[in-house]
């Protein structure tokens, strides 16, 4: 199963999902971004006032929604919430701000766990996310680990995200990620590192191009 995974991981805003989708289509595969699937169940936690660190209403939450993956109106592989498809939803400020405490619950992890694995059970794909290498898919053919230095990936941030962050500093969009990456490290369920067999991509000084070519280059 895990022959059929290039898994790349990395903290938030490294470029990762920019890098990961261009080299899917470079490829000629689907791509998935996990951090959506993240961010959708956060999304319906916030919809639905849900406490989650109470794990019977957690439980009862992730029971009663779906999450799929098929072609939306333009053809793309998209991710839909119950039939609907989501995006802008996806990366407002409220949903930044619980999606790494929804992440930490141990039975969202396990839930999309098991749609991960599936999605690449017939296909070919590249998969995008912080634990793709180290947990999900252990023994993922190819493993790259994406990172840039922490003004350059505020600073991508910045630019990627214009209107959800028109009136945040480049200051306070550091901060907000860094407390993301801090609670993403530092949870004890799948916790953000890079393992001993992914390579490390810095893309500090790389544009998408040149890092897309640095691991297609390794891939083949
Ligand atoms: O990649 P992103 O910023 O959209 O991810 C959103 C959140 O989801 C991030 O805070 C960490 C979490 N996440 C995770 O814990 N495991 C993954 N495989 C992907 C994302």
Redesign the pocket.
């Known amino acids: 199963m895990s022959a059929n995974v290039i898994a790349i ?1 990395g903290p ?2 490294s470029g ?2 920019t890098v990961a989708s261009h080299l899917a289509r470079l490829l000629s595969i689907p791509y998935v ?7 959708a169940v ?1 999304y319906a936690v916030l919809e639905n006032k849900v406490d989650c660190n109470d794990t019977e209403a957690m439980a009862e939450l992730l029971d009663s929604i779906k999450l799929d993956y098929s072609a939306d109106e333009e053809g793309n592989f998209s991710l839909s919430l119950n039939g609907r498809f989501l995006k802008d939803e ?1 990366v407002t400020p409220e949903v930044n701000a619980a ?2 405490h ?3 619950v141990v039975a969202v ?1 396990e839930k ?1 766990k098991t749609l ?1 694995r599936s999605l690449a059970e017939k296909q070919r794909i590249v998969m ?5 290498g180290s947990v ?1 898919f252990p023994d993922a053919r190819w493993k790259f680990f994406v990172t840039a230095s922490p003004e350059v990936r505020a600073k991508r941030r910045l630019d990627q995200s214009k209107e959800s962050y028109s009136s945040a500093t480049l200051e306070e969009i550091a901060k907000s990620i860094a407390e ?1 990456d801090r ?2 490290s530092e ?1 004890p369920v ?1 916790p ?1 590192k890079q393992c001993e067999d992914a390579v490390l991509v810095d893309s500090s000084n790389m544009n998408v191009e040149e890092t897309v070519a640095f691991i297609a280059e390794r891939i083949r």
Request: aromatic share 2%; charged share 30%; hydrophobic share 45%.
């Open positions: 991981d938030a805003a990762k999902s971004n996990t951090g959506s699937m993240y961010r956060a996806l999606v790494s929804v992440a930490a992890r999309l991960q995008e996310g912080r634990d793709i999900v993301r609670i993403d949870r799948a953000l």
